[in-house]
């Protein structure tokens, strides 16, 4: 059972474009949220994250949206450069129990120059 | 600061047979993970360790899967017999903490090809 559902599988985007990907979750258990970035070849790393208490977070030129009543959370990427080409995954993780972080499927984004 | 250290980084085997993946993580992070990364899909915990003991291993298919984090610090990841549908990257990830949202790290991984 996926328990973060992502989308798109796959984003292009010219550069200096806004790239925009969308996670939503089902369990209102979660209480941390973050975005992981891969490059091909390496292991993901934190990007961003974000609790449900806060409806927006900025880093530079990445910013999380999130909407608690719509269990859904999305990633902007403003002015995306060709070094922004990787793929990213959404995550979710909740208290208590294991606290195991759940990974949506991957967006696999191409930032053309 | 040194990352997670993996090994091997490729490893090519026929089904049925072994193999085993090493991670040692980074100094000092009390939990260890191991996800499955098949490819075009998201990781997938198979083990999550806290020190020495075991928290989460749910997801991990103990008939052919077994894992082991002996003194609380490197870990190996066995698979025995293999089946085709192992082909993965297996990806070790450390933190400091398990609780409080703390950021995983994950080494670059051991990617597998059963044949």
């Known amino acids: 059972q996926q328990q973060v559902k992502q989308s798109p599988q796959s984003l292009i985007v010219q550069k200096g474009g806004i790239s925009i990907i969308n996670c939503a979750y089902e369990n209102t258990a979660f209480d941390y949220f973050p975005w992981y970035q891969q490059f091909p070849g390496k292991g993901p790393a934190l990007l961003i994250a974000i609790r449900p208490d806060v409806s927006e977070k900025k880093e530079g030129r990445f910013t999380i949206s999130f909407n608690k009543s719509a269990k859904q959370f999305s990633l902007h990427i403003m002015d995306s450069q060709p070094g922004d080409s990787a793929t990213y995954f959404c995550a979710a993780k909740s208290v208590g129990g294991s606290e195991k972080l759940v990974f949506g499927k991957g967006t696999k984004l191409t930032v053309n120059p | 600061e040194a990352g997670v250290a993996q090994s091997p980084r490729y490893k090519i085997i026929e089904k049925r047979q072994s193999v085993a993946f090493w991670c040692n993580p980074i100094s000092g992070h009390a939990t260890l993970y191991w996800y499955q990364q098949i490819l075009g899909q998201g990781p997938k915990l198979l083990i999550q360790?806290?020190?020495?003991?075991?928290?989460?291993d749910s997801q991990l298919p103990k008939d052919r899967f077994s894992a082991e984090r002996l003194k609380g610090v490197d870990s190996t990841l066995k698979i025995q017999p293999a089946k085709l549908e192992d082909s993965a990257v297996y990806l070790c990830?450390?933190?400091?903490?398990?609780?409080?949202?703390?950021?995983?790290?994950f080494g670059e991984g051991s990617r597998l090809t059963v044949l």
């Open positions: 360790f806290q020190n020495n003991g075991v928290v989460d």
């Open positions: 990830a450390s933190s400091f903490l398990a609780s409080g949202g703390r950021e995983l790290f």
